[in-house]
Each structure stands twice: as C-alpha cells, then as structure tokens.
C-alpha cells in the first residue's frame, strides 16, 4: 500500500513478499494453497512494512515455499488483515501480516480470476469465470 514492497503469487501456491527497490530482495515467503494462485491484492490499510522490516536485514525465509504452511511473516505482530488471493479452485482467502488464513471464501463455480479491495478496505470483490 505505501509502495514499498512487492506481493506476488502464481500456480506454485506461495505468496512472496519483495523489497520494491532497486534490490528486490524476497524478504518472506508462505503458502496459500495447493492450487494455482490466480490473483493477490494488498488491503488498502495494511502496514506490512512494519512487521517485515526485520526479516528484511538478511533473514530470506524460504521454509514456507518449502511446504511449510502456517509460517508466520519475520516480526509479525498481529492478525490484522493484510492480503487477499484469488485461486484455481474458486475460494478467495484473506491472510493477515502473519500469513496466518483468516478467512476462506467459497461460492464462485469455476476458477478465480481476480481479487480487489475497495479502498475504504469494507469489502473484498472477487472476479471469476463463472457466478
């Protein structure tokens, strides 16, 4: 949200946070799903920056990647809502700055395709191939 890091996501199922500098360091990464990743957005209000900074002085956490699911983000401090992912089997989720799932959301038929915030941060608008 204030243009400092990076997310990322794609069909391996992990969500990789990155330094939006000239260094693009991977300062954390988690696993969301065992399915494709199809979307990911940052809630409007998210401060991430102040709950990775400490990981991002060296600390590049692969375990999560490496199957480890429920790692909790360098420095994380509380389960405040951070992130969104879309994914191939229909479900939207909502993680917090732990990349703790605090919420899985079901009803699309077919795969996801995107995930958005309204920037008030209120709701969580998911777009798929079908209703």
């Not at 983000?73 to 191939?88: F, H, M, R, S």
């Not at 038929?109 to 998911?126: E, I, K, N, Q, Y």
């Amino acid at each position: 949200p204030d243009g400092s890091l990076l997310a990322t996501c794609g069909w391996s199922g992990n969500v990789a946070v990155w330094t939006a500098d000239a260094a693009c360091k991977r300062v954390w990464v988690f696993r969301a799903s065992a399915e494709r990743l199809t979307g990911i957005a940052w809630h409007p209000n998210a401060r991430p920056t102040l709950h990775l900074q400490a990981g991002a002085k060296g600390a590049d956490s692969n375990a999560a990647a490496n199957g480890m699911e429920g790692q909790e983000g360098p420095g994380a401090a509380d389960d405040t809502v951070a992130l969104a992912t879309g994914c191939a089997d229909g479900t939207a989720a909502v993680w917090s700055v732990k990349g703790k799932l605090l919420r899985k959301l079901e009803g699309h038929t077919d795969r996801l395709g995107r995930v958005a915030f309204h920037p008030m941060g209120h709701h969580l608008v998911s777009a798929g191939n079908k209703v």
